[in-house]
């Protein structure tokens, strides 16, 4: 396996970007994109490496098919269909399992042993698939989860406390969908917790101004696919920042979807939650100590993912 080999499978809006942001932080020594549409593989490649003059490292990037995802240490799968306006998420459902299945299929045909990312919506029910038709170890199975919408909430946050985004420690959990919830318990703006600085007086932010801010971080794709049909740079970044911490066993702590056994009483299930991302995936699952409502939000998205699982063939 080659430490610094990542490979996309899906060179659309949000598989390009992912690129993009990779070549633009260095972040591999070698990208291989596959796609459906070959030609579209080979034309973004080929765009791609009249920037390498520009980035920050040599890179190898190629159009390339499932025999390269044999020594790669990371797949990223970001094909699939997208919402139209006014689709949930789970409404991909069934045509995004069907792209899924094709997907797996080849990525086990060619002998691939790393780490399978994902992307592709419903993101923490796709994960379940990938994990489920792979047969590979749960731990290597990661799904983009909410760590778009954790960021969407840190942006949020920052704006309104004139905090840089970077201080914000909080995270969104649960479904990368519309049950998803803000543990506002383990929320902090440097070292002080959110729930404190929205009880004084004088504050810029008040209770009803977090229950405002949930919302809009719950709806803002709505918002975006409105605006411009598809949304794609911020989960670019944010599947660069797992990648990274894959590739450089970092340890970091991010809201990716992991697979559940026993933490918060839950079971096979990939949900988002924080999680310990290193080399090997998701090393641990920390299991926060939530508050009542908080844990039955937890629940009610878990109950949502395993409720559509069972109308999968799988
Ligand atoms: N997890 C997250 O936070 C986010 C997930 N997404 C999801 O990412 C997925 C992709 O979105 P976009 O890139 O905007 O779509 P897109 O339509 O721009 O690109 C999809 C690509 O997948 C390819 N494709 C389709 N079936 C394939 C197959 N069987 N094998 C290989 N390639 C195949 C298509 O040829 C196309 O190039 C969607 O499901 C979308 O909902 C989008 C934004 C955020
Ligand atoms: C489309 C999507 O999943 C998002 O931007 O959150």
Known sequence: ???????IVGTGMVGMSYAYSMLNQGTCEELVLIDLDKKRAEGEAIDLNHGLSFAPRKMKIYAGDYSDCKDAYLICITAGAIQNE???RLDLLHKNTKIMRSIINE???SGFNGIL???TNP???MTYVAWKLSG???SKVIGSGTTLDSARLRYTLS???DVNPKDINAYVMGEHGDSQFVAWSYAFSGVQPIYQIASRKDSKINFSDLEEIEDEVRNIAYKIIECKKSTYYGIGMALTRITKAVLDNENSVLTVSSYLNGEYNQDDVYIAVPSIVNKDGVREVIHLALENTEKEKLDNSIEIMKENISKLDI
């Open 159 to 161: 704006e309104r406390l």
């Open 123 to 125: 993101v923490d029910i």
């Open 86 to 88: 006014g689709e949930t």
């Open 107 to 109: 990525i086990k045909k």
């Open 1 to 7: 396996m080659k430490k610094n080999k990542v490979v």
């Open 136 to 138: 590979y170890d749960k």
């Open 117 to 119: 990312l994902i992307a």
